[in-house]
């Protein structure tokens, strides 16, 4: 099968516990969320994959959507993949496309770490058609105050349960208007689940009117979020600050 594809490209991840980790990532397109936050302005059907050439180079060649797993796999695999930590599937939201990750996941061999799932947490019912698959978890926990949108916590837990069958940790964005209620809820969901969960906590970039949090607030967040999990981190996004994709 194929499906639109956004971006093909060799990066550092700039977000949690990965930080820094060399990883080839492959931007699928489209998303069940739409959150006053995100920066990923990509539609659901683009009509070209965006593939760099040289890693930070920002040279790209246009490749006509919708491609084929075993293309994305070969363009995935000119990265020299046995220097990479691990292959991002991100999105948008990658577990729209479940078919094609069954289909492309045994392709993509080679790396150190295997498959790294970027997910906003909210499609169980997908990550379990998926889960055998991939080898780490990197989910996304919403706050309402930032988000825009009604709260997920029962969504965000049925998907936990799922994910914590592999090397998971749960990120939730942050801003001026995050309640102290909303990062307790979050914890609760985590600790409900294993309390060794890793929680990251990243200040939001400003970005569609949503404000930045202070830099007190943040530790007041993570003092709120320690007393219910043994590892809560603040990490904001370094990608941008490297001026890498």
């Known amino acids: 099968m194929a499906v639109p594809v956004a971006e093909i490209f ?14 080839v990532f492959i931007r ?16 659901a059907g683009p009509e070209f994959c965006q593939i760099e050439q040289h890693p930070g180079q920002r040279d790209f060649k246009q490749v006509e959507n919708p491609l084929t797993a075993a293309g994305v796999a070969a363009m995935a695999g000119a990265f020299n993949l046995p220097l990479h930590h691990s292959i991002s599937l991100t999105g948008g939201e990658p577990l729209l496309h479940i078919a094609f990750i069954q289909e492309l996941a045994p392709l993509l061999q080679g790396t150190r770490h295997g498959i790294y799932l970027e997910t906003n947490g909210t499609l169980a019912a997908a990550l379990s058609a998926v889960i055998d698959l991939i080898d780490l978890v990197g989910m996304d926990l919403k706050l309402p ?3 825009g949108m009604p709260p997920f916590w029962e969504e965000h837990q049925e998907f936990l349960k799922i994910a914590s069958r592999k090397d998971v940790f749960v990120k939730v964005v942050v801003g001026a208007d995050t309640s102290d209620a909303e990062i307790e809820t979050a914890a609760s969901i985590i600790d409900e689940v294993d ?27 993570q003092a709120l979020a320690l007393r219910i999990l043994a590892d809560v981190r603040v990490i904001p996004q370094t990608h941008k600050l490297m001026g890498q994709l």
Request: charged share 10%.
């Open 10 to 23: 060799s990066s550092v991840q700039g977000e949690g516990p990965l930080l820094g980790c060399r990883q």
């Open 28 to 43: 699928l397109a489209g998303c069940n969320l739409q959150c006053a936050f995100c920066d990923t302005t990509i539609t």
């Open 145 to 147: 105050s930032v988000s």
């Open 195 to 221: 309390s060794g969960i890793t929680l990251v906590i990243q200040p939001v970039s400003p970005f569609g009117g949503v404000r930045g949090a202070a830099p007190g607030r943040l530790l007041e967040l």
